[in-house]
């Protein structure tokens, strides 16, 4: 994800902020690494404040089974901040049909993130069945990765900082639009 893929706002280019997404998968889940390069990491959210993921520097993964949604209902979004105030990787569903913390929406998630010299990097690990995928091998569904970011290093608790969104598939209102979302097709 370059930093020319820009949904809203503005970067100062690829040191600023910038990505790359691995996929890989199993019988069991789908799992995604978000190799994210970002100059200034705000860690403003507070671990009982996780909801509004794009208020800090933050990572969504979109996922639609349909391929093509008019909606969001039936698709899974998750928004991950890789660190909250106490340094722990938290994440939320967000504007789905199963709003609310990753620990009661989403059964079996796997996730962690680390610093980077140049940023941080983001794990996530979803059953099939959350996501609303099981027998997947071979279809096509629709996908998409979008980084939330701001550079405002004394930013305040809870502070919305978001100067800038990128995404693998760069849309205007990509966010809602998962019509817009690219595809994906895993091979065996």
């Known amino acids: 994800i ?9 970067n100062d280019g690829p040191a600023d902020i910038h990505a ?3 996929l890989s998968y199993d019988h069991e889940r789908l799992s995604m690494t978000v190799i994210v390069g970002d100059d200034v990491v705000v860690s403003n959210l507070k671990p009982n404040d996780i909801k509004g993921h794009w208020r800090t520097d933050s990572v969504e993964i979109c996922i639609d089974p349909e391929a ?3 909606h969001t ?3 899974f979004k998750l928004g991950i901040i890789p660190f909250d105030s106490e340094g722990r990787a938290r994440a939320a569903r967000d504007a789905d049909a199963n709003q609310g913390p990753a620990e009661e929406t989403v059964p079996g998630l796997v996730l962690s993130s680390v610093r980077t010299d140049d940023g941080y990097t983001v794990q996530v ?15 096509m569904f629709g996908f998409n990765v979008i980084l939330y970011d701001g550079d405002k290093h ?3 608790w809870g502070e919305n900082i978001n100067e800038c969104r990128l995404a ?11 019509e817009d979302w690219g ?4 091979e065996r």
């Not at 693998?168 to 998962?178: E, I, K, L, N, T």
Request: proline residues 8%; aromatic residues 4%.
């Open 2 to 10: 370059g930093s020319d893929l820009i949904v809203q706002g503005q």
């Open 20 to 22: 790359r997404v691995k």
């Open 68 to 70: 093509g949604a008019e």
């Open 73 to 75: 209902l039936n698709c």
């Open 125 to 139: 690990s979803v059953p099939w069945a959350v996501l609303g995928l099981e027998g997947v091998i071979g279809r």
């Open 154 to 156: 004394d930013a305040a």
């Open 168 to 178: 693998w598939s760069p849309r205007p209102g990509v966010q809602g639009r998962p």
């Open 183 to 186: 595809r994906v097709r895993l």
